[in-house]
């Protein structure tokens, strides 16, 4: 049996990057979008004309009903979902914890955790053998990110106890759950967050003196996932260039 994967939040950035890795390492892949059909389709388009195969299902994956949806289309497009790579994530304009309201606290949680708590559920209730995951959290659970965004950092921090939980619950099942916890990289999302240049900004402040790229966290992602990695679960790959 070929091996089946979902990339969350994968039509721009580094799921799209990991979605195009992985097809062309033969995983046929669920590009995973939430708003954006067009960029999920030209990803597609791209990796079917390489070769490879792939479709695209828009999913907002901090719903339940939503990742049931996604879990559906995908088996009856490839089959058995055999892999997942948990990377849709949000963040909101750079303030301190005492400017932040509730709502976009919980939009933060839900978004980047409960995506990952409902993927990674829906994942091992189908799961037919083993395989693995991949949670995207970020340097942010480890720095904290002070009067940036303390609520994205909380929950890159939940992500990292639900990596750690789960590898626990699944090794005895030969499910390997790991994680990447990306620093500083060239995407969009730094728009969102109010600040376009900001890898720019902080370069000289990372030992490695740039930003990292998309494909560089790729790498990483498609490494864990993969029987090479069959040894490691449990484990956070740093790939913020030193800091
Ligand atoms: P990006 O370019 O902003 O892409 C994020 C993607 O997530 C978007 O395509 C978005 O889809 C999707 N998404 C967000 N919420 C979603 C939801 N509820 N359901 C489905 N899709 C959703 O960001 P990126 O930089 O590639 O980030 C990817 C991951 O890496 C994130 O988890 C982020 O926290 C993490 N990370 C990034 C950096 C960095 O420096 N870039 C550093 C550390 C960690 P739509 O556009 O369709 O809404």
Redesign the pocket.
């Known amino acids: 049996m070929g091996k089946v994967v979902i990339v969350?939040?994968?039509?721009?950035?580094?799921?799209?990057a990991t979605s195009k890795l992985l097809a062309a390492k033969g995983y046929r892949v669920c590009v995973?979008?939430?708003?954006?059909a067009q960029?999920?389709a030209a990803i597609v388009d791209e990796i079917t004309a390489s070769g490879g195969k792939a479709f695209s299902f828009q999913?907002?994956?901090?719903?339940e009903s939503?990742v049931i949806a996604l879990f559906d289309a995908t088996e009856r497009a490839f089959g058995p979902v055999t892999h997942l790579v948990n990377?849709?994530?949000?963040?909101f304009p750079q303030t301190t914890l005492a400017d932040i309201d509730v709502a976009r606290f919980n939009e933060v949680m839900?978004?980047?955790v409960t995506?990952c708590f409902l993927c990674s559920r829906e994942y091992i209730r189908r799961a037919e053998s083993t395989g693995s995951i991949v949670n995207?959290?970020?340097?942010?659970s480890r720095s904290g990110a002070p009067f940036e965004y303390i609520d994205?950092a909380a929950s890159?921090g939940a992500m990292d106890s639900l990596t750690r939980g789960l590898s626990l619950e699944l090794a005895p099942k030969g499910i390997r759950v790991n994680s990447v916890?990306?620093?500083?990289?060239?995407?969009?999302?730094?728009a969102?967050g109010g600040e376009p240049n900001r890898?720019a900004r902080l370069a000289p402040q990372i030992p490695l003196q740039r930003?990292?790229t998309?494909d560089e966290?790729a790498h990483a992602i498609v490494w864990l996932l993969s029987d090479e990695a069959s040894y490691v679960t449990g484990a956070f790959i740093d790939l913020a260039g030193g800091k």
């Open positions: 969350t939040g994968a039509g721009r950035g580094i799921g799209a995973n979008y939430r708003s954006n960029s999920a999913a907002d994956v901090s719903n939503d990377n849709a994530g949000i963040l839900m978004s980047n995506s995207v959290s970020s340097a942010a994205y890159k916890r990306p620093g500083f990289i060239y995407t969009s999302m730094h969102d890898v930003g990292g998309p966290v």
